[in-house]
């Protein structure tokens, strides 16, 4: 039987996709390596922080649009896609990966605070999928990637939503793998470890804490987000059309320690 695999598999030209929250942090580095590998763009943003994204994929001859909105909007969701089939005429990678936590010990925890998280967390990437997913199935291809997270497999601490939405997010994965994957569309989840961005600056600035973790990872290193650009573009692509409903862990080795 002839191997007619071949690294274009790994090429996303002609691909339009969806990033949300792609201006910032991890969705930032998600945004640029997909527009590196071939793929056109919108991003959804919170406010305007837009300038460094856009220099960013222009600057590698990709196009890309935004919407700026709130997610947990049935309006901004539909914006979105309304938006990207306007300046594409189709979808071919939706993102999930705006996403927010909020901090506090679970019997002091705010029913506000539960409430806000599982609404952008989960919330909105079901809704969001589910109406992506309707035109996937009509084209019969297409790629949706979560983003999922150490605490889809632990409980942490003093974060019960945020571990109860990334438990979510990846049963969400297997279920629309498992109804979807007939129709030529995949949906897997990426489950980031620790990774060197902003929002980890203080817990690497804690030498304790920041001890403890490294004291954790097999490869004893914060992971880059160069370390999850790689494995976007290999999620996006014909290389993982026999992968469906998959959570991978990119974490330097911490689940297994």
């Known amino acids: 039987m002839e191997n007619k695999f071949s690294l274009d598999f790994f090429n996303l030209d002609g691909k339009v996709a969806i990033v949300t929250g792609g201006n910032t942090g991890l969705g930032m580095a998600y945004a640029e390596a997909l527009a ?37 909007k049935s309006e901004c969701r539909e914006e979105v896609i309304s ?26 925890y705010k029913e506000s605070d539960w409430q806000a998280v599982m609404d952008i967390n989960l919330n909105a990437v079901y809704h969001l999928s589910q109406k992506v997913a309707k035109l996937m199935v009509e084209q019969k291809s297409g790629k949706i990637i979560n983003i999922a997270s150490m605490l889809s497999f632990q409980g942490g601490k003093f974060v019960p939503p945020y571990t ?35 929002n980890t600056a203080p817990i690497r600035a804690d030498e304790n804490r920041n ?47």
């Open 164 to 198: 109860a939405s990334k438990h979510g997010v990846a049963g969400l994965t297997k279920a629309f793998a498992n109804e979807l994957a007939v129709h030529n569309v995949q949906i897997n989840a990426i489950a980031p470890g620790y990774i060197e961005t902003a």
């Open 36 to 72: 590196k590998a071939g793929a056109d763009l919108l991003v959804t943003t919170f406010d305007d922080n837009i300038k460094e994204v856009k220099e960013i994929v222009e600057g590698i001859g990709r196009k890309i649009v935004f919407v700026k909105g709130d997610l947990t």
């Open 211 to 257: 001890k403890e973790i490294l004291s954790r990872i097999p490869c004893e290193r914060w992971g880059k987000v160069d370390d999850l650009m790689g494995t976007v573009v290999f999620l996006a692509s014909k290389a993982s059309d026999y992968i469906n409903g998959h959570i991978l862990a990119v974490d330097g080795g911490w689940l297994v320690r």
């Open 83 to 108: 938006t990207c089939l306007k300046e594409y005429s189709k979808i071919d990678i939706l993102v999930n990966n705006a996403g927010t936590i909020r901090r506090a010990p679970l019997l002091e």
